[in-house]
């Protein structure tokens, strides 16, 4: 996004930061802030969102802010209300992704304990006019949501039902549930000069995977960009999927069923020889043990166990990040599992599992962009 400004078609750039995670770019005609390394706040990231803060009120009415947000922001921008901590806020989050919070929960509660999310940016700023580009990493494509919304007026949650849907209560600190519950109700903020503009989303890397798939000679079909749900779940789909997708009766039972919306593929699938399935979204796992991996290295596993002879799954994430592991996901199938993997799976120790694995892990190293997850599942009719 960054590299494309010279087209943007404004004359000057003063004073242009950029919040990346660490060595993301090298060179580039602004102010590189980097923080967030493996996608968690740091005092790095903390500096960088007060630089922004600052800048943002400094701006003259006749200024135009001009933000690019993309996913990792909510990491990138983690400035604590008045009164918290970074640890503060950092504690309750982990607490919730432990216990498979999803990301729309975890960035409500995000918005409620931060001094910029939730449309904040843009309400603090001193310009009459702000642009805001966007990358989803929601699914949906909700504003408010994306990298928590600075720039956008988020909508009224009761953030405490999150709290006790996990279980959570009596597990954050007091001052924690007191800014939860001063925050119940939403203040109404001034956002009438903003505005917020959807760019990129998970759609465009899927039609851009059947492009590819197409070209090397497979015949793609595009069912879901809206996979949601605990891994386990999102594992059992797709390897029924392998198992029923020529039987009409069996796959329009399996889409009947699903809990995230699919698409019917195309009648004409039955008779293809070599077919991709394509999907996206972003599942969560709620976290047993103590190992290292990731939602996608996960799922990859998972669904391998019991996939039909002959059948690949591939899913990766398209920041290339997968948890706080160097892999971006895994490629599997049956041929390449190891007696001992329901232990790994047991501990949540999915990379521990392939890095064992020659050619297993896929690891391209932080993309620069996140549009969620790609899930591709690999069938022959034979």
């Given at each position: 996004?960054?590299l494309?400004?010279p087209?943007?078609?404004?004359?000057?750039?003063?004073?242009p930061?950029?919040?990346?995670?660490?060595?993301?770019?090298?060179?580039?005609?602004?102010?590189?802030?980097e923080?967030?390394?493996?996608n968690l706040?740091?005092?790095d990231?903390?500096?960088?969102?007060k630089k922004?803060?600052h800048l943002?009120?400094?701006?003259?009415p006749?200024?135009?802010l001009?933000i690019l947000?993309?996913?990792?922001g909510?990491?990138l921008?983690?400035l604590p209300k008045?009164?918290l901590?970074?640890e503060?806020k950092?504690?309750a989050?982990?607490?919730?992704?432990?216990?498979?919070?999803t990301?729309n929960?975890?960035?409500h509660v995000?918005?409620?304990?931060?001094?910029?999310?939730?449309g904040?940016?843009?309400?603090?700023?001193?310009?009459k006019q702000?642009?805001?580009?966007?990358l989803?990493?929601?699914?949906?494509?909700?504003?408010?949501?994306?990298?928590?919304?600075?720039?956008v007026?988020p909508?009224?949650v009761?953030t405490?039902?999150?709290?006790e849907?996990y279980?959570?209560?009596?597990k954050?600190?007091?001052?924690?549930?007191?800014?939860?519950?001063d925050?119940?109700?939403?203040?109404?903020?001034?956002?009438?000069?903003?505005?917020?503009?959807?760019?990129?989303?998970?759609?465009?890397?899927?039609?851009?995977?059947?492009?590819?798939?197409?070209?090397?000679?497979?015949?793609?079909c595009i069912?879901?960009?809206s996979?949601s749900?605990?891994?386990?779940?999102v594992?059992?789909?797709y390897s029924?999927l392998?198992?029923?997708?020529?039987?009409?009766?069996?796959l329009?039972?399996?889409?009947s069923q699903?809990?995230?919306?699919?698409?019917?593929?195309p009648?004409a699938?039955?008779?293809m020889?070599?077919?991709?399935?394509?999907?996206?979204?972003e599942?969560t796992?709620?976290l047993?043990?103590?190992g290292?991996?990731g939602?996608?290295q996960?799922?990859a596993l998972?669904?391998?166990?019991?996939?039909?002879?002959?059948?690949t799954?591939?899913?990766?994430g398209t920041?290339?990040?997968?948890?706080p592991t160097?892999a971006?996901?895994?490629?599997?199938?049956?041929?390449?599992?190891?007696?001992d993997?329901?232990?790994?799976?047991?501990?949540n120790?999915?990379?521990s599992?392939?890095?064992?694995s020659?050619?297993?892990l896929?690891?391209?190293g932080?993309?620069?962009?996140?549009?969620?997850?790609?899930h591709?599942l690999?069938?022959?009719?034979i």
């Open positions: 996004m960054v494309a400004k087209s943007w078609g404004w004359p000057q750039l003063l004073h930061y950029l919040i990346v995670t660490f060595r993301q770019l090298k060179k580039a005609n602004l102010e590189v802030l923080g967030a390394k493996n706040p740091d005092n990231s903390l500096l960088a969102a922004i803060k943002a009120v400094s701006l003259h006749e200024d135009i001009i947000i993309s996913g990792g909510s990491a921008l983690p008045e009164g901590t970074l503060d950092l504690d989050i982990k607490k919730l992704t432990r216990a498979g919070a990301i929960e975890l960035n995000r918005i409620a304990l931060s001094d910029l999310k939730g904040q940016l843009a309400a603090l700023s001193g310009t702000v642009v805001t580009l966007i989803s990493d929601i699914i949906g494509d909700p504003v408010h949501l994306i990298a928590s919304g600075p720039t007026q909508l009224p009761n405490c039902d999150i709290i849907k279980g959570l209560t009596d954050l600190s007091t001052k924690i549930l007191q800014y939860l519950m925050n119940i109700k939403c203040q109404s903020l001034d956002t009438s000069h903003v505005q917020n503009l959807v760019i990129g989303n998970n759609t465009k890397a899927l039609e851009a995977a059947a492009e590819k798939a197409k070209e090397l000679g497979y015949f793609p069912l879901s960009n996979v749900g605990e891994v386990a779940d594992s059992n789909f029924t392998a198992r029923v997708w020529h039987k009409k009766d069996r329009n039972e399996l889409i699903s809990k995230f919306p699919i698409t019917m593929p009648a699938v039955c008779d020889q070599s077919i991709i399935f394509i999907c996206g979204g599942p796992v709620a047993k043990g103590q290292q991996g939602r996608n996960e799922l998972r669904v391998a166990k019991t996939l039909p002879e002959g059948c799954f591939l899913s990766a920041d290339g990040i997968d948890g160097p971006a996901g895994a490629v599997c199938d049956r041929s390449n599992l190891r007696s993997l329901d232990t790994f799976l047991a501990n120790d999915s990379y599992y392939l890095r064992e020659d050619g297993d896929i690891q391209t932080h993309t620069g962009t996140n549009v969620m997850d790609i591709l690999h069938v022959c009719n």
